[in-house]
């Protein structure tokens, strides 16, 4: 019996395309095990009472559409069940979640992650920079937003750029407390009246940082409650495919034009940078079967020591043989050594390390 090649299984999906429905109806009607990552930023349920009003007595454009109403919270925890349950079913074994909520309905959601078997990985907390400021004076101005980010089962081996973020962050490892604005200026999207074409319209900068670290190019993210599409702009320009799902048509119509807008970036500016872990494995043996090093040629390390080249990529000092790990841990009398920056070899009266061999094979194998 034949498997679907990843390439067979990809044309099934309407990659790239905004999907008109109710989430939980359309996510169970794509097939199974087919997205790695799923970006949902659900109702937060606000339950808003009356309307709100600044200090010189104007009207807050609150969050009080239809789509935000439940009539209780039984009813929200049993619509994030489905909802969830529908992901859940979509994502590849590997694949991951994000949800987005406020303290309306972030705690809600956690339970339920666990309660189906995803594995918490982080919660991140998303402080605005220029938030909206708590106009009655009743209570602390809601400042953040929380991020859970799940992998679909412990022990899965998810998507997680380190290297990426870390750099993105000025070479400092990123932590889970992001200063980010809330959509304002020219990102803010309007309708055809020229009001807010969406009230909780988020920022790409959130976005391109979860894409980012969590996903690679060619990988396919969903976004369940697409909106006016900042998770398919972004995933555009990173080379990702996406699809979206949105019941509201003025919606649709907005993120439909504005993604016709995008473009992807180039094949060079995709890259990203990679953790060591990460690069191909080269054996020292493939730098003798070159021809790179010779059988015989003699290697020394930092202190002076020697060691041989043999023809089956091993080494030979003072008796000693093994890999160039192996021998090097022994002549120092440690328990271990990494024989890549330790070994070196001399080319026009110059020591060079043998790593630099390694990374031109690298090179030759990316360019490939």
């Given amino acids: 019996m034949k498997t679907k090649s990843k390439s067979a299984a990809a044309k099934a999906l309407p990659l790239n395309q905004i999907l008109a429905g109710d989430c939980i109806d359309e996510m169970n009607a794509l097939p199974a095990g087919s997205v790695d990552l799923i970006f949902a930023d659900p109702p937060y349920n606000l339950q808003l009472k009356g309307d709100l009003h600044r200090p010189d007595n104007s009207k807050v454009d609150a969050v009080d559409n239809d789509w935000d109403q439940f009539s209780s919270f039984d009813a929200y925890d049993h619509f994030t069940r489905d909802w969830l349950a529908a992901a859940r079913r979509l994502l590849k074994p590997n694949g991951a979640i994000w949800v987005i909520g406020s303290y309306h309905n ?26 909206m400021p708590n106009f009655r004076g009743k209570r602390f101005t809601n400042a953040h937003e929380t991020l859970i980010w799940a992998s679909k089962s412990e022990g899965a081996k998810y998507t997680f750029n380190y290297e990426a973020l870390k750099q993105l962050n000025d070479g400092v490892q990123m932590r889970s407390d992001w200063v980010l604005p809330i959509c304002t200026g020219h990102e803010r999207l309007k309708d055809d009246t020229g009001e807010k074409a969406h009230p909780t319209q988020k920022p790409e900068a959130l976005l391109h940082r979860v894409l980012l670290g969590t996903t690679n190019p060619g990988d396919v993210v969903l976004d369940p409650f697409f909106g006016t599409g900042t998770t398919g702009a972004v995933a555009k320009m990173l080379g990702r495919d996406f699809i ?3 019941r509201e048509e003025a919606y649709r119509k907005v993120a439909e034009k504005r993604l016709k807008a995008v473009r992807k970036f180039d094949r060079q500016s995709l890259a990203v940078t990679q953790s060591k872990r990460a690069e191909p494995r080269v054996p020292f043996g493939q730098l003798v079967e070159r021809g790179m090093l010779r059988p015989g040629e003699m290697l020394v390390s930092p202190a002076g020591k020697f060691a041989k080249v043999r023809a089956d990529g091993t080494l030979i000092a003072d008796e000693i043989t093994g890999s160039i790990h192996q021998v090097g841990a022994a002549l120092e009398h440690a328990p271990s050594c990494n024989g890549w920056t330790y070994w070196h070899f001399t080319r026009d009266g110059q020591r060079v390390p043998i790593d630099m061999l390694r990374q031109q094979i690298r090179a030759e194998m990316r360019a490939n």
């Fill in 106 to 131: 972030v705690f809600r959601m956690g339970a339920q992650l666990q309660n189906q078997g995803f594995w918490i990985l982080n919660d991140v907390v998303w402080r605005k920079s220029n938030p």
């Fill in 244 to 246: 979206g799902i949105e």
